[in-house]
T-cell receptor, first 111, second 112 residues
Framework: GNSVTQMEGPVTLSEEAFLTINCTYT??????LFWYVQYPGEGLQLLLK?????DKGSNKGFEATYRKETTSFHLEKGSVQVSDSAVYFC??????????FGGGTRLMVKP | EAQVTQNPRYLITVTGKKLTVTCSQN?????MSWYRQDPGLGLRQIYY???????DKGDVPEGYKVSRKEKRNFPLILESPSPNQTSLYFC???????????FGEGSWLTVV
């Protein structure tokens, strides 16, 4: 079956630090890959997505590249802000179903 | 406005008292799904549906039922809730041909 593995948190960074949250996946076929963000007390928001190999999704300074050879979709941001503090979920969508999520990574950014 | 609507948003109930969480989407989507979110476990799929009268188990279906009698509605039924079903529940939908997924705002359920 499909699965997503992402690094456990919490990840604690100082403001303006570089962020990487690792995500790897197992899937049959060619899934679409997503990063969702959940701010404290809120629901899920789509952060970015990529639908085929070598695609790069980007939004709000975050980026992730669909790497088929390493089955990875790592999330990066060059300079984090306090307002980026949230839980980040990597997910995949394969034919015939909805989303399979990773366990989530909590990011805490300190001023 | 395209949306997925869940009700109730917050509920405290007692063990064994049947409850239903409703989910409705106004986008004519074929696919709908229920997830539960628990700390450290991310979101796990409970059930999904690919169209009217077509449902299938997700990763954690035990203790839940669903039905899909109409395309827009996908209620989640807890016949005899137990405390381990205390969780945050999300409903989601998407069209069969696309990969943009819409989520409801979540339903906080506490079973005491």
């Amino acid at each position: 079956g499909n699965s997503v593995t992402q690094m456990e948190g919490p990840v604690t960074l100082s403001e303006e630090a570089f962020l990487t949250i690792n995500c790897t996946y197992t899937a049959t076929g060619y899934p679409s890959l997503f990063w969702y963000v959940q701010y404290p007390g809120e629901g899920l928001q789509l952060l970015l997505k990529a639908t085929k190999a070598d695609d790069k999704g980007s939004n709000k300074g975050f980026e992730a590249t669909y790497r088929k050879e390493t089955t990875s979709f790592h999330l990066e941001k060059g300079s984090v802000q306090v307002s980026d503090s949230a839980v980040y979920f990597c997910a995949l969508s394969a034919l015939g179903n909805m989303l399979t999520f990773g366990g989530g990574t909590r990011l805490m950014v300190k001023p | 406005e395209a949306q997925v609507t869940q009700n109730p948003r917050y509920l405290i109930t007692v063990t064994g008292k049947k409850l239903t969480v409703t989910c409705s989407q106004n986008m004519n989507h074929e696919y709908m799904s229920w997830y539960r979110q628990d700390p450290g476990l991310g979101l796990r799929q409970i059930y999904y549906s690919m169209n009217v009268e077509v449902t299938d188990k997700g990763d954690v279906p035990e203790g839940y039922k669903v039905s899909r009698k109409e395309k827009r509605n996908f209620p989640l039924i807890l016949e005899s809730p137990s405390p381990n079903q205390t969780s945050l529940y999300f409903c989601a939908s998407r069209p069969s041909s696309g990969n943009t997924i819409y989520f409801g705002e979540g339903s906080w359920l506490t079973v005491v």
